[in-house]
């Protein structure tokens, strides 16, 4: 059974930076295209960034230069590292892969 837990999410001040990871059990997350997702209160959920098995990243505009979405070579888990973080960025955070969807870590950017 595929099971995708995320972590890494907290209350930081705008301009800190967070590391959100994604592990994975049933699944090998490098050998499949993995998404980090993120919904507002409010709004609707969307992509952020995007990691294929080769490796190739994607990123919505509102996050390039500053997220980075990244595989471990050594372990069945995915990153986000998230730097120069801003109130707009506060949402609950998602991975997805193989049809799958994390719970969810809520990101907060508060001063």
């Known amino acids: 059974q595929v099971q995708l837990v995320e972590s890494g999410g907290g209350l930081v001040q705008p301009g800190e930076s967070l590391k959100l990871s994604c592990a994975a059990s049933?699944?090998?997350?490098?050998?499949?295209?993995v998404g980090w997702y993120r919904q507002a209160a409010g709004s609707e959920r969307e992509l952020v960034a995007s990691?294929?098995?080769?490796?190739?990243?994607d990123y919505a505009d509102s996050v390039k230069g500053r997220f980075s979405v990244s595989k471990d070579r050594h372990k069945n888990v995915v990153y986000l590292q998230m730097n120069s973080l801003q109130p707009e960025d506060t949402a609950i955070y998602y991975c997805?892969?193989?049809?799958?969807w994390g719970q969810g870590t809520q990101v907060t950017v508060s001063s």
């Open positions: 997805f892969s193989f049809r799958k």
């Open positions: 990691i294929t098995a080769g490796g190739a990243t």
């Open positions: 049933g699944i090998t997350l490098r050998a499949n295209t």
